[in-house]
C-alpha cells in the first residue's frame, strides 16, 4: 500500500530526545505522511525521535510512526500499525482531538512506557529521551513509585544515612525510556532531592531531612 492510499488524521505528535512531546493539530498538508512530517521537522527543529499519526486504510483504524533522524528533518523509515495497540493508541488521540481529554491527560497517558508496552514498534522500542522530560519524571515515571517502595520497605521511619538512601535508589531505578535519568544523578543529595520532589509532587511521601547527614521517609 502506498503512503498515499493513507487517509489521515490532521494531527501529528512528536516525542523527541531532547525536547519530550509535541503536539501539532489541524494541519493540512500534502496528503503525505512523509511529507508531512518532514514539513513540520523543518519549520520546528528537533534532534531525534518518532512522531506518531492517526490513519485509516485497508486494515482499519491505526497509527502511522515514522523515526526523524538526529538532524530532525527527514524520516529515516516508517511502520503503519493496525494491532489492538494501534486501534488503543488512536483512540486515545481521537479523544484529545475532539476535546475529551486534555493535553495533559494525552501526555500522561500516551506515554513512553504505555507505547512500548501496547505496540509492536521496532521504532517505537529503540527510542529513548536523552534527558527525563521534567513532566514526565514528576508525574508519570514508575520508577519513581517503585523506588519509593523500596525505601519504605528497607527503612521504614528510621533515620538513615542519606548516604545510604541515595546509594539503594541508584541501586532500585531500572529505567530504559532516558539515557540521563534524574535518579541517577553522579551526586548522591541531588538524587535524594529529585526523589523527593517527585513524590511531594505526586503527595505519596517525603524524605526529610531531620539532621546533618541524616534522613528519615514519611
Aim: glycine share 6%; hydrophobic share 35%.
Amino acid at each position: 500500500m502506498t503512503q498515499r492510499a493513507l487517509k489521515l488524521r490532521d494531527i501529528l505528535i512528536l516525542f523527541d530526545r531532547d525536547f519530550g512531546l509535541s503536539i501539532f493539530q489541524n494541519f493540512r498538508g500534502y496528503d503525505d505522511p512523509i511529507d508531512d512530517a518532514e514539513w513540520i521537522l523543518e519549520r520546528n527543529p528537533r534532534t531525534k525521535g518518532f512522531i506518531l499519526r492517526p490513519v485509516t486504510n485497508a486494515g482499519g483504524k491505526g497509527l502511522w510512526i515514522g523515526e526523524y533522524a538526529p538532524n530532525g528533518s527527514s524520516i529515516t523509515r516508517y511502520e503503519v500499525l493496525n494491532s489492538e495497540g494501534a486501534l488503543q493508541s488512536s483512540r486515545l488521540i481521537s479523544n484529545y482531538i475532539d476535546r475529551k481529554i486534555t493535553e495533559r491527560e494525552i501526555a500522561k497517558k500516551l506515554n513512553l512506557k504505555w507505547l512500548k508496552e501496547k505496540l509492536k514498534s521496532d521504532i517505537i522500542r529503540d527510542f529513548r529521551y536523552y534527558e527525563c522530560p521534567s513532566d514526565y519524571f514528576y508525574v508519570m515515571c514508575d520508577e519513581v513509585g517503585k523506588v519509593y517502595e523500596s525505601l519504605r520497605m528497607r527503612y521504614d521511619d528510621r533515620r538513615v544515612p542519606y548516604g545510604d538512601v541515595a546509594d539503594e535508589i541508584s541501586a532500585t531505578v531500572r529505567c530504559s525510556d532516558a539515557i540521563i535519568c534524574p535518579l541517577k544523578a553522579p551526586n548522591a543529595f541531588e538524587r535524594i532531592h529529585n526523589l523527593n520532589r517527585a513524590l511531594k509532587t505526586r503527595k505519596i511521601g517525603e524524605i526529610r531531612i531531620v539532621s546533618p547527614g541524616i534522613v528519615q521517609l514519611i
